[in-house]
Nanobody
Framework: QVQLVESGGDLVQPGGSLRLSCAASGSIVSIYHMAWYRQAPGKRRDLVAS???????QIMDSVTGRFTISRDNAKNTMFLQMNSLKPEDTAVYYC??????????????WGQGTQVTVSS
């Protein structure tokens, strides 16, 4: 079994910063692709940023220059540094990962989400 646990969500004022973390645990051999998604109320879940095990990353246009994605492969952990937050960044942020387990299978997993609210 593999679990993804997000943390770091909070209420923050516009212009503020937050750092989200996603920790993967369980029967893990390797994690190639990890990503952050977000879902605002009444809207679809959208990709925010992604990163491979080699560190190649992609950031969506809506957050370019404000958000940075990184990961610690040794600790199976991914981060999202969010700066200059705007009210439209308010959403539940989800971690997603393609995990190869000791069974030899590669499966896609989701975390439970962490709430980010940007409001004055």
């Amino acid at each position: 079994q593999v679990q993804l646990v997000e943390s770091g969500g909070d209420l923050v004022q516009p212009g503020g910063s937050l750092r989200l973390s996603c920790a993967a645990s369980g029967s893990i051999v390797s994690i190639y692709h990890m990503a952050w998604y977000r879902q605002a109320p009444g809207k679809r879940r959208d990709l925010v940023a992604s990163i491979t095990s080699s560190g190649r990353s992609q950031i969506m246009d809506s957050v370019t220059g404000r958000f940075t994605i990184s990961r610690d492969n040794a600790k199976n952990t991914m981060f999202l540094q969010m700066n200059s937050l705007k009210p439209e960044d308010t959403a539940v942020y989800y971690c997603n990962a393609d995990v190869t387990s000791h069974s030899g299978m590669t499966e896609n997993y989701w975390g439970q989400g962490t709430q980010v609210t940007v409001s004055s």
